[in-house]
Structure formats: C-alpha cells, structure tokens
C-alpha cells in the first residue's frame, strides 16, 4: 500500500500504528470479536501522561472519534479485537476456565521514545459481552470505571509497577448491579495482560504445546534476555516471582491493598491490575480487609506477601511440564522470601529516612508496626509527619504524637528512632527532602474518590480531573490541595468496596 500523500503526525489518534502480537497466538488463545458500541458516549476522563507513552497528543481527547474509538463505537485501522482465554484460582480455590469477560483488547501500538517497553497494549474494559462472560453482562459500570482509572495513575505516579489507564468513557445506558447504574468504558494499557491464570489455563486442560508457546511468546516479547539460557522457563519463573515479590513490598510499603488476589489478577510482568476492590489503607490495622466480598480475610493487608509468594507457587505449578520437575520450579521459586524482605525492609528504611543499612533495623521496624497496630493511626499522615521530627527538639513532636492515643509508646519508640539517627549522624533537612520524596502526601482514599464518583453520577466531571492532577504528584507539598491530605471524615467509615466495584 502507498503512502498517503500527507501523511498525518504520529500523535494523532488515526496515526497509532497497531499490531497485535497476541493475535497472532493460534486461535485457541482468544476469541476475535468486536467491542458493542454504547449510545451517545462522552469522556469522563483522559490522562496526558499515559497518553505520553504512546505518543497520542491531549488535543485528541476532545474529538468525537477519539470518544468513539475507546467507548468501541469505532474500530481503529490495523486494530485486531479480541477477548484472551484464561483461568484460575478464585480465593484459593479452582475455578476453571476465565477469560476476559469484559476486556476487549484491540491490540497494541508503539511507545514513544525513552519509553521502558516498546509496544503497549490497549484494552476496553466494559465493551460488551464475550465468550467468557459467564452470566455476566460484560460491562463496567461509572464508579468502579473511575476507580481503576484513578488508581492505576496514581500507583504510577507513586513509582509502583502497574498497568495505566488512558481514559474513561460514559454512556447512560443503565447497567444493573446492587442497584441500576450507567455503563462506562476504561482503556487500560499494559505492556501485556498475561497473567498467572493464562498458564494455568493450559497446564490444567493437559495442553504442553500450548503452555510451551505461551511461555515462549512471553519470553520473546518481554523477556528476551532469557532465550538463550539453558533453561529458560525456570528463568522465567524465578524472574517472575522476583518481580512478585518486589510488587508486594511496594504494596506494603504504601499501604496498598489489591482486594482480590487472584491467580488470574496477577500480571506475567510484575505489574498491579486488576483494580477493583482496592484501597489504600487509613487507620493501620494489618488485618485490615478492603474487599467486603472478602468474608474470610484472604487479601487482607498483612496476608499480601504470602498470597503473592502462593500464587507464584500455582504459576510454578503450571510450568512444572516446562522446566523438568519440581526441583528446579522449587528452586526457581527460592528467592521469593528473601527478594521480599530485603525489599521490604529497603523500603522501610528510606521511609524512615536512613542512609545505610543497620543490624538492629528489623527491630526497629518490628517495633514501629507494633506501635502502629496498637493505636490505629492514619498510615499516609503518620510518615508524611514523620520526616518532621527533629533529632534534638522532642518538644515539636506534637503534631505527629497527635495521631497516637498512646503517646507515651510513641515517645519510646521516637527514643529508639532518634538513637538510630544520630548513629549515622542524620541531617534533619537533607532527611526532610530524602523521606518526602518517598512518603506520598496524597494517595486515593476511598472518600475522595467517592466525592468525584457522585460528581460524574451527575454529568460534573471536574474532580475526576482535579483529583487526577492532585495524585500525579503524590510527594509535592500542593499547598492549594491541602485538603486533599486530610483525615477521612466520618462518613467515609460507611464506604464498602467489593468484587462489584
């Protein structure tokens, strides 16, 4: 095919170049279908940084065939459609066959220059039925779209691996859930959406070559520097596992809650999907579960490290017919504990604002979680304040001994902290600087998504972009957005997020 003769510039939306590498799978890996249009579609919201990476100019959001091409009313040129087969363990527990019963990937396109992975992939979630919708009606509904949308910005912008979003669109077709909502439609990206589930899926039904033409086509696209080891698929696995771990000590850290773990939830590459029933967490409380379909405490805050390793272990399972046996999966899947705690504690201590590394940091860290478990303060608030303390002036503690209902346990354990300091003979202006660019003023609470969720519920979408702006620079002070910082009110005690949302 020639040229055209004025070619249009590579940011404008008719310029993405698809391909789909995923399509390219046999077609027992997917289903080709097309994304059902929704009635009279409008943008809700739209990112310029995810839409950096793919080189797409913001001045596109506001055009009609923009708002069609990611609602599914209008199908991109060298776009291929499809809904990818999976299956899983649901909370513990064998569920079979998946599949994306609500995700339609439309194939993936260049990233801009300096970007980490060359191709991302886009995805609608909420365009229509699929042949894995189960007895689901394979839409998304307003609130739970804006969620996700909101959500994978923000863990961007915290610096934890995740899948992005490009924008959301709304429609005011009712969709019923708890109670009638209306439909919308999220565009995620991801380098891939493969998932520990994908494996499974063919491990299970007894299918080797397709399991081995899976992982070889993971190991082409996204971990090439593997093809050549002798034994690739238990590179693969202990990589894999290695990127788990890292991604839940990330979660911890923040103070991330996923809400449902499962296998089919999580990413080949290591990164956070899936967002449904998240949060991030409040008043510290390790057992803490955010999921209120979670009735047994699966996901809860402190069982994340282990379900992470679990799952890893069911992926391990799934490759056994690849690698050889179950010594090497074993020993592929030996170095998640220990990349999680030296993660972890790495973590912990730049939050705290220590230079080098001390044999008495774990006790430290035990001793601080212990303080936090026993007086429930907001975990975000705790640290931001934290880097305020000032080793030789206990007297200005007060603004974060306000958060502690046992004020002398606080002093005891600030006593510990700022023996730690003077150990290593810290600064207190250079570990003001050091601790606020890793402890995040601004996360997204459940309340304030809310508060832009009613606001779009009424044709307003003005928060969705505020609050947008506000978490794409989580560790800048923002003066003008204090509020957005503040103690959840008291009626953000009444939120409930479950596997609907």
């Known amino acids: 095919m020639n040229a055209p003769e004025h070619p249009l510039r590579p940011h404008h939306l008719e310029a993405l170049e698809f391909g789909n590498s995923f399509a390219a799978l046999p077609p027992a890996f997917h289903t080709?279908?097309?994304?059902?249009?929704?009635?009279?579609?409008?943008?809700?919201?739209?990112?310029?940084?995810?839409?950096a990476l793919i080189g797409l100019d913001?001045?596109?959001?506001?055009?009609?065939?923009?708002?069609?091409?990611?609602?599914?009313?209008?199908?991109?040129?060298?776009?291929?459609?499809?809904?990818?087969?999976?299956?899983?363990?649901?909370?513990?527990?064998?569920?079979?066959?998946?599949?994306?019963?609500?995700?339609?990937?439309?194939?993936?396109?260049?990233?801009?220059?300096?970007?980490?992975?060359?191709?991302?992939?886009?995805?609608?979630?909420?365009?229509?039925?699929?042949?894995?919708?189960?007895?689901?009606?394979?839409?998304?509904?307003l609130r739970s779209s804006i969620r996700e949308f909101l959500c994978s910005e923000a863990m961007a912008a915290l610096g934890i691996p995740t899948s992005r979003a490009l924008c959301v669109?709304?429609?005011?077709?009712?969709?019923?859930?708890?109670?009638?909502?209306?439909?919308?439609?999220?565009?995620?990206?991801?380098?891939?959406?493969?998932?520990?589930?994908?494996?499974?899926?063919?491990?299970?039904?007894?299918?080797?070559?397709?399991?081995?033409?899976?992982?070889?086509?993971?190991?082409?696209?996204?971990?090439?520097?593997?093809?050549?080891?002798p034994n690739r698929y238990q590179d693969l696995l202990r990589e894999v596992a290695r990127r788990t771990a890292v991604l839940m000590?990330?979660?911890?850290?923040?103070?991330?809650?996923?809400?449902?773990?499962?296998?089919?939830?999580?990413?080949?590459?290591?990164?956070?999907?899936?967002?449904?029933?998240?949060g991030f967490m409040e008043a510290f409380d390790a057992r803490h579960i955010c999921n209120h379909s979670d009735h047994g405490g699966r996901y809860a805050y402190h069982m994340q490290p282990k379900i992470g390793q679990w799952n890893c272990f069911a992926l391990g399972q799934a490759m056994l017919p690849l690698m050889g046996g179950v010594d090497e999966a074993q020993a592929a899947l030996d170095g998640y504990g220990p990349v999680y705690t030296a993660?972890?504690?790495?973590?912990?201590?730049?939050?705290?604002?220590?230079?080098?590394?001390?044999?008495?940091?774990?006790?430290?860290?035990d001793a601080l979680f212990s303080l936090l478990q026993e007086n429930r303060p907001d975990y975000t608030l705790f640290f931001r304040r934290l880097s305020r303390l000032r080793i030789d002036e206990a007297a200005a503690d007060e603004p974060l001994r306000?958060?502690?209902?046992?004020?002398?346990?606080?002093?005891?354990?600030?006593?510990?902290?700022?023996a730690r300091l003077r150990k290593e003979n810290s600064q207190d202006a250079a570990r003001r600087a050091a601790m606020d660019a890793v402890n995040p003023k601004y996360v997204l609470r459940n309340y304030?998504?809310?508060?832009?969720?009613?606001?779009?519920?009424?044709?307003?979408?003005?928060?969705?972009?505020?609050?947008?702006a506000v978490l794409e620079r989580p560790f800048d002070e923002q003066p003008e957005n204090e509020r957005y910082a503040d103690l959840p009110p008291d009626w953000a005690n009444d939120l409930e997020v479950s596997c609907s949302s």
Not at 348 to 355: E, P, Q, S, Y
Not at 448 to 468: R, T, Y
């Open 249 to 278: 000590a990330q979660w911890q850290a923040v103070g991330f809650m996923h809400g449902v773990m499962n296998t089919d939830n999580m990413s080949i590459l290591g990164l956070t999907i899936d967002y449904g029933p998240f």
């Open 58 to 141: 913001p001045g596109e959001f506001g055009r009609s065939e923009f708002i069609d091409a990611f609602s599914g009313n209008r199908i991109l040129p060298g776009s291929q459609p499809l809904a990818a087969v999976y299956s899983g363990h649901q909370f513990g527990v064998w569920a079979g066959q998946l599949g994306d019963g609500r995700a339609i990937l439309l194939g993936d396109v260049p990233t801009a220059a300096g970007t980490a992975q060359p191709r991302m992939e886009l995805q609608l979630k909420g365009a229509g039925m699929t042949p894995y919708s189960r007895m689901g009606d394979g839409r998304a509904v």
């Open 32 to 51: 080709r279908l097309q994304p059902t249009p929704v009635p009279d579609p409008y943008l809700v919201g739209a990112s310029s940084a995810a839409a």
């Open 169 to 229: 669109t709304g429609s005011d077709m009712p969709v019923m859930r708890e109670t009638v909502e209306t439909a919308a439609v999220c565009t995620r990206m991801a380098p891939s959406f493969v998932r520990f589930g994908s494996f499974e899926h063919w491990f299970y039904q007894d299918r080797k070559e397709e399991l081995r033409r899976l992982a070889d086509y993971v190991i082409e696209g996204h971990y090439p520097e593997l093809a050549g080891a």
């Open 402 to 418: 306000d958060l502690f209902i046992d004020r002398a346990a606080f002093d005891a354990w600030a006593g510990m902290y700022r």
């Open 448 to 468: 304030l998504a809310q508060q832009a969720i009613e606001k779009a519920q009424n044709k307003d979408f003005s928060e969705v972009a505020k609050l947008l």
């Open 343 to 365: 993660h972890f504690e790495q973590l912990m201590r730049d939050k705290l604002g220590l230079r080098a590394a001390e044999s008495d940091d774990a006790g430290l860290i």
